[in-house]
């Protein structure tokens, strides 16, 4: 889904012939790849040898710019994980556009597309895709079909590396320790694979799988260079996540001439991340920040210590009670029968020469016990039939009630608002990530559904609110509504309750409850970014 | 009618104790089989506690041990921690407690007990046996295969389960076998009991053990096609493409949570009736005393049985089924505590006024309602609707779960084996030994599942690999070691347990025929019973029971003594 279709905005950029000399066929290749095997180094310059005695190497050099002000990258929110928030003190923004003073623009692959006939044998050195500070890096990378990538993991907490390959095996694999390492071969040439962590879903790194290893990335400068081309006609292509693939054709005669290609993108023409369709950008809104409601949301929680945790929602109280009701009747009872079974134990211990008490049992005594527990259980059942139709019968009638959509997937909860039409699935709903607000003090309603994504299954989960008293499943098929209602403001969790799959254990949400203003300002927020 | 034992006749190693049709050799190949499973089970258990005490730590000294694609430097990995907690379950549910209570105690006992020669298909109970070694052989496996064991918990709900790699298929396969040769043990059982038993033995002379395990076959036969009907829908799903359990071909996903249930509520009193029938025995043997309300024992397993069909729904509360319909699941819930309520007080009217002897056997049968009695009682907890809606899926579960099949029925294994070891082997266990084996097991057992009681309290998922990173259950963490501690003390109980099991078979003391002196048709015979089970045709006067009766000096009344001679 991330290789862009080709053709799409095609604006043709001049084509600079202006033939430079060349470095001869250089260690380009070898110095930028730093390989450490001996073997490796001798074998490409033998094989690079043979390229400039027989054939000489061109190459191609240019620049890739961006016209206008580019929508500036998403803030990422790492709240879902601690270890994570941990390594930045400042704000992080996805590393999507990234533009450089002079207006060339970063982290463009480029990479011959046709023309090459002579592919080498793939380099064993593998290339590195570290995941460090719950960022991939590069972020962008390529490597030669055959070529090992080593997968790293230098944080200390779960990333779970996810390939998302179309044309080689899809791979999904929790690295849980910080220093593991995976190594993984693709056979088949793939532009671009996108790579992403199922744990921490800002994560994003894209491979670009060649047959040959005549690509280069644009950094801080712009400008790429593919050295080592034969004479031939070539199709070079200029790949970028955001504003989608750019291509053109050029021509190496001599064995030692440099040829020059530009690349222009528009900040106003991006490609759409699942179709590749080029489409036009919005004006970025502004942010206003204009309440602060940090008070309501820092009151700490109340501590509760080896027990039931604080009970904080209209019900929970109800539930407890019941609980305590419970606890009280079993306790009575438990005392009672173990009390007796150790009277019996040793009030009645072998005394030898004697013999047991002879009776075959008693009706009036069965018969007693028999109805006794029975009239207790069943008052039981009546007790608690009231609050299970309080809970999970009726749903509240209030017409202000807040409705929420929840789409639970492996393994996140995607939060949905109706935003200010009071309608979902339209343009101004506001969606986010594992971040649940509610306001105090007013019924919310939430429907539950759980969806498949493009590599995920809609499984079981089930939503938790320890805190609430609620608990739910989310059934793939159903849409099933609950609701609760706070009785004070501050930050919780959501846990998913039914195993769903490796990242079940991580499937955490957060639940801030506002105060009534702080809601209003937040949605007001929301609904602006 | 049963006719006199034939004789003993010479038989190759392997027709009498491989491919036997000896119902006695039958029950020990699945008690011995059980037991192998019992103690990989465990180790599975503690790799996990291991986890969940000490997360991202190595495992020590076998860490390294494990390929990459379980552990990493020791430190097991979330793939394989989700593979131990299913196919623990898996393993201790389907291989070890159903099997030894069912398989080893049903096949030994209930031939001796009704004074048959053996059972009615003796060659059915053979491939009984032997549906089990493949299937165990296929679902351990799955550990050896590209994406591991089974992984999505012993209940592999679907979705999930759908997609999982193929060591779910070797698990829903060998549930299949399993579930096959449960099938055929019961239509085994249920036959024998109804046309095997010796002259005089009534319905209600016949002993406990035999009652439980007769409704226990009726349940068996009843709940258990469904299960294979769900495995086998299921299989369908994942590898010809139907859709039974998945939304976007019309199935449904509650559609299993049904079928499971139906046969898997079932199954816990599959796995909890014939280990009641063992303590009965147990209990009223050595307190010297009748079982108090006989009758009314047999009618509280007639219920729990009925209503036990009818309560499968209590696990599906929070499922999205609707509430309403949970609301009668949860009166049904209550009521089925009824009858066990009955049971034990039962067993406490039995021990008043005996004269109680203590042996291994006793003290494992008196855990048992101790401990039946607390995993009763947690149950309250879940059948009310409101107060499971917090409790689901926590490890107030996990809790309640383990004191019914650890602290139920493994309590009634160990009795069971302390109890008729020298009837299987003609040889006595030693009694020391037994005593440490139950003092640590009982012990550690409450050391390691009591505390999970708290820590579903406090809210605690089930099935999770690293606790530590929720904030409402953090702080739980020193309570994790602690259970951790306890668990692998309760795995090393086991070690005096397996060395007076085995050692006994060569140094334990002869046994005569009755050693316990009961009453119930197998102590009448040899210890080990030949070939054939009895040299008569025993007659039965009485009931099981007939502990101290003014008819007899002694203090025990066998049930096929004429009446008029112990006088
Ligand atoms: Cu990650
Ligand atoms: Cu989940």
């Known amino acids: 889904m991330k290789s862009k279709k080709d053709g799409i905005d095609e604006t043709k950029a001049p084509l600079h012939k202006s033939i430079k000399k060349s470095r001869p066929l250089s260690d380009f290749k070898i ?47 790492m709240d879902a994980d601690p270890v994570c928030k941990a390594f930045y003190a400042e704000e992080v923004r996805v590393p999507s556009v990234l533009v450089n003073p002079d207006r060339t623009l970063q982290n463009v692959f480029v990479y011959i597309k046709s023309g090459v ?54 791979f999904n694999l929790g690295m849980p320790i910080q220093g593991m390492k995976l190594e993984k071969t693709f056979f088949n040439p793939e532009v671009m694979m996108k790579f992403k962590c199922d744990v921490h879903p800002w994560m994003g790194a894209y491979l670009g799988v060649l047959p040959h290893q005549f690509f280069s990335v644009t950094a801080e400068s712009g400008n790429f260079e593919i050295s080592g081309l034969a004479p031939g006609e070539y199709v070079v292509e200029a790949w970028h996540e955001v504003y989608g693939t750019k291509s053109e054709t050029f021509k190496v005669t001599h064995t030692d001439e440099t040829r020059e290609v530009n690349f222009n993108f528009s900040a106003s023409q991006i490609a759409d991340e699942a179709s590749g369709v080029s489409i036009k950008t919005g004006v970025p809104k502004p942010v206003r920040k204009s309440f602060d409601d940090s008070t ?184 099933i509504d609950v609701w609760f209602e706070a009785k004070r403001t501050g930050k919780y969790e959501i846990a998913c309750a039914e195993f769903c799959g490796l990242g079940h254990y991580r499937m955490r949400g957060f639940l801030s409850i506002h105060s009534p203003e702080g809601f209003d300002a937040w949605l007001a927020e929301q609904a602006a970014a | 009618m049963p006719t006199l034992a034939h004789p003993e006749k010479r038989l190759s190693f392997w027709k009498k104790y491989i491919f036997s049709t000896d119902h006695k050799i039958i029950g020990i190949q699945f008690l011995m089989t059980s037991l192998v499973m019992f103690l990989l089970g465990g180790l599975l258990a503690l790799l996990l506690r291991w986890q969940l005490a000490f997360p991202g730590k190595p495992v020590p000294f076998i860490g390294n041990l494990f390929p990459t694609s379980m552990m990493a430097g020791g430190i097991i990995l979330p793939e394989f921690y989700d593979s ?19 398989g080893a105690f049903g096949n030994f006992l209930i031939p001796l007990q009704i004074g048959a020669p053996d059972m009615a298909f003796p060659r059915l109970n ?134 499971f249930w139906f046969y898997s509520h079932p199954a816990v009193y599959i796995m909890i009736l014939p280990g009641m029938g063992i303590v009965s025995e147990v209990i009223s043997v050595h307190s010297r005393k009748p079982i108090f309300g006989y009758h009314s024992m047999i009618y509280a397993i007639m219920a729990i049985a009925g209503l036990g069909f009818i ?10 089924m609707n509430p309403t319909v949970g609301t009668s699941f949860m009166i049904s819930t209550l009521v089925i505590a009824v009858p066990s309520a009955i049971k034990t007080f039962n067993w406490l009217g039995t021990l008043w006024r005996g004269n109680i002897r203590y042996t291994p056997a006793m003290l494992n049968a008196i855990a048992f309602v101790s401990m039946f009695v607390i995993g009763g009682l947690s149950g309250i907890f879940m059948a009310s609707t409101p107060v499971d809606i917090f409790i689901h899926d926590t490890y107030f579960i996990v809790a309640h ?24 082997f003609g040889r006595m266990m030693n009694k020391p030994l037994g005593i440490l084996h139950f003092i640590l097991t009982f012990i550690a057992f409450n050391g390691t599942f009591f505390p999970m009681h708290i820590l579903g309290l406090g809210g605690m998922m089930r099935r999770i690999y690293d606790t530590t990173q929720y904030a409402h259950i953090a702080h739980f963490q020193p309570i994790n070691v602690f259970i951790t501690i306890n668990a692998f003390v309760l795995g090393m109980g086991q070690i005096p347990f397996i060395l007076n099991f085995f050692g006994s078979l060569l140094w334990g003391k002869k046994a005569d025929r009755n050693p316990w002196e009961a009453n119930t048709l197998e102590w009448s015979t040899t210890s080990p019973p030949p070939h054939g089970n009895f040299e008569t045709v025993p007659q039965v006067y009485r009931g099981p029971y007939e502990y101290s009766s003014p008819e007899s000096k002694q203090d025990w009344l066998p049930q096929d003594k004429p009446a008029g001679h112990g006088a």
């Not at chain 1, 073997?39 to 050099?61: C, E, I, N, V, Y």
């Not at chain 1, 995941?131 to 055959?146: D, E, R, S």
């Open chain 1, 117 to 170: 006939t002579h592919t080498p044998e793939a380099p064993k050195s593998p290339v590195v895709l570290d995941q460090k500070g719950c960022m991939y890096h590069p972020h962008i990378l390529g490597l030669q079909a055959g070529q090992p990538l080593s997968i790293v993991n230098s944080d200390s907490t779960l990333h779970n590396v996810h390939a998302l390959a179309k044309k080689n095996a899809e």
């Open chain 2, 401 to 424: 779960i383990h004191y019914v099949l650890f602290g139920g029925s493994m309590f009634a294994v160990f009795a069971g084996i302390y109890y008729w070891y020298p009837k299987m």
């Open chain 2, 84 to 102: 131990l907690f299913t196919m623990h379950a898996s393993l201790m549910i389907f291989f070890a407690i159903i099997p030894i209570l069912v």
């Open chain 1, 31 to 77: 110095a930028k790849r730093a390989a450490p095997l001996c073997l490796f180094l001798f074998r490409s310059l033998l094989l690079s040898g043979m390229f400039s005695a027989s054939a000489g190497a061109a190459t191609l050099k240019g620049k890739v710019s961006l016209e206008g002000n580019p929508t500036a990258n998403p803030v990422i929110h």
């Open chain 2, 311 to 320: 309560v499968w729904g209590h696990h599906m509360f929070q499922s999205g």
């Open chain 1, 296 to 479: 309501a949301l820092n009151k700490p929680r109340k501590k509760t210590g080896w027990w039931l945790p604080e009970s904080i929602s209209t019900y929970s109280d109800k539930i407890d009670f019941l609980f305590y009701v419970i606890l009280w009747i079993t306790g009575i009872i438990f005392f009672g029968v173990q009390g007796a079974l150790i009277w019996f134990l040793i009030r009645y211990r072998r005394r030898p020469e004697a013999k047991g008490y002879f009776t075959h049992g008693n009706a009036r005594v069965e018969i007693i016990w028999t109805i006794i527990p029975a009239v207790i259980l069943i008052a039981l059942a009546f007790m608690g039939q009231k609050v299970w139709a309080e809970v999970k019968m009726t749903m509240p009638g209030a017409p202000d009630k807040i409705q929420i959509r929840i789409q639970a997937e492996q393994f996140a909860w995607n939060v949905q608002y109706p935003g200010a039409d009071g309608k979902f699935d339209t343009p101004d709903d506001i969606r986010n990530i594992n971040q649940l607000h509610i306001p105090v003090g007013k019924p919310v309603q939430v429907t539950l559904t759980s969806i498949e994504t493009a590599d995920k299954r809609a499984v079981i989960h089930s939503f938790f609110l320890p805190e609430f008293r609620l608990k739910q499943d989310v059934m793939p098929g159903m849409a």
């Open chain 2, 126 to 259: 053979m491939a009984s046996y032997w549906l089990v070694p493949p299937a165990a052989v296929i679902i351990l496996a799955g550990f050896f295969l590209e994406g591991g064991a089974a992984a999505t918990g012993w209940t592999a709900y679907p979705p999930l389960s759908e997609f999982e790699p193929i060591g779910q298929n070797c698990w829903l396969i060998s549930v299949i076998l399993i579930g096959t040769s449960s099938i055929l043990g019961a239509v085994n059982y249920i036959t024998t009991i109804l046309n095997m038993r010796a002259p005089g033995m009534t319905l209600f002379r016949m002993p406990l053990p035999v009652w439980a395990l007769f409704i226990t076959a009726i349940i068996s036969l009843l709940a258990t096609p469904v299960l294979a009907s769900a495995l086998f829908l299921l299989l369908l799903d994942r590898t010809i493409g139907t859709h039974f359990f998945l939304p976007q071909g019309g199935g449904h996903a509650l559609l299993w949570q049904h079928m």
